[in-house]
């Protein structure tokens, strides 16, 4: 019988690392802000609990996350929660939640999302505004080089 | 601080237009010439401590990220180790009477390790105090070892204390004498009192933006907290300095200056947002989360750069 457990036990784990591992996506911070810190999604356990209280005035971190396919603005709970700003950032999505292990750390903090944009319409957005700066910054430069870059 | 850069036919423009105005020899009718610039490269001196508060000397461009204003840069232009020739050192002494009992210990204190201190040339050190109202420059370039004590007011002379507008002072002087690469410290003895001056803290602390000045304050207030104090770790805190109290606060001061120094780095980036206004900085780890960076909190960007 033992055999049998550790049997299945050696065929399972393999299959369940694999699953958590294709959840796992990656993408990259692009912006940051330090923004009103969001209360409780779940307002009414958290009320009666008396946790996830959100102090007045308390900033939190709020991050601009691409990925290959989707666009996500996120903030963390807290103020601490602030995510190393590496090249790439793993997550993982779970009950609306952003899910990241930051370093090492035994656990994931959780992050909350806030929006979700598709990335071709996130891209376009881009573009344009990326168009009104440069239209704002030529108009400062002289006629005379325009003409030139002409 | 965001950096001129003219577009690269505006310099032999420039100098054909002034060769020009030279042979017409027409000085009655001078040519309204304008000149146009933009900015496009910010500039960053910053220093970075581990977890136990030793600087880091071997900090790669792969090991940070800078928030610009939301803006997360990772591609730096340059990255270099600021070089302990072009550190430019200005200390202010406050001789105000509220601070009188200390100050001839600190700033005698202050001026000994600065002169022990290896690699920081003579001419890079000044001290400003006040006479009544006006800010004063009391040395420049010749105020180490025993000159230095000569220049030093008597202690408890003053009874205004026109700090504020002293340190805008210090801070256009470091800002016109220093080398542009130079790493610029102005050192506060003082209480953080002021009574008379005609620039407030958000100047100061707008000025010191500016001219990319460090402030490290050394407390001598007496009380454990004042409102002298706020202000001192405001401006420690807006400029990428620190803020000291207590004994020996002086020789820790000065310490600190010089481990932050040997952990200090230069970069530069392209700017991410020609938005006019107010610039905040901030420098972020990207994998290892123990890594504490000190800068300036921002820098400002003109409407209209001409």
Known sequence: MKRILCCLVALIFPVLAAAQAQSTQQGTLIRMRMTDCLGPQHGFMAAMSGGGKVEPGALCPEYVLVADKVVYVISGKTSEALIPLAEVTRFRLQKNEMLIRIDDAQ???????????????????????????????????DPAMMDDQR | MATSMTGRRLGPLAVLLLLGSGLA?????????????????????FS?????????????????????TEFIVRNFQSFTHSDSTKLEIALL??????????????????????????????????????????????????????????HLPPPGTGDLTPLFDTIVYASDFLSQHAERDAQKILIVLSDGQDTVSRNSLKDVADSSLKHAVQIYCIDLHRAVSS???????????????????????????????????????????KLPSSRSGFHSLRILPTHNSNLQFRSR????????IR
């Open chain 2, 48 to 68: 970075v401590t581990d977890q136990n508060n030793h600087g880091v000397a071997t900090l790669q461009p792969s090991d940070f990220a800078v928030v610009d």
């Open chain 1, 107 to 141: 656990k994931e903090s959780h992050f909350h999302i806030k929006a979700m944009l598709l990335r071709p319409e996130w891209d376009r957005a881009q573009q344009r505004e990326d168009a009104a700066t440069s239209t704002m910054s030529t108009q400062h430069l």
């Open chain 2, 227 to 269: 409102q002298g104090s706020a202000v001192l770790y405001h401006l420690a805190a807006t400029t990428g300095g620190r803020s000291f109290a207590g004994p020996d606060a002086a020789s820790r001061a000065m310490n600190v200056i010089l481990e932050d120094f040997k952990a200090s780095y230069v970069i530069t980036y």
């Open chain 2, 93 to 150: 002494a406050d001789d105000s009477q509220s601070i009188a009992p200390s100050f001839g210990r600190e700033i005698s204190n202050l001026l000994d390790l600065v002169a022990q201190s290896a690699g920081i040339p003579e001419k890079n050190l000044s001290i400003f105090s006040f006479t009544g109202s006006q800010p004063k420059l009391l040395c420049a370039a010749d105020c180490r070892t025993s000159h230095a004590a000569e």
């Open chain 2, 25 to 45: 020899a027409a000085p009655a009718d001078p040519p309204d010439l304008t000149y146009r610039t933009h900015a496009n490269e910010v500039r960053l001196t």
């Open chain 2, 297 to 304: 909190s921002g820098y400002y960007f003109p409407d209209n």
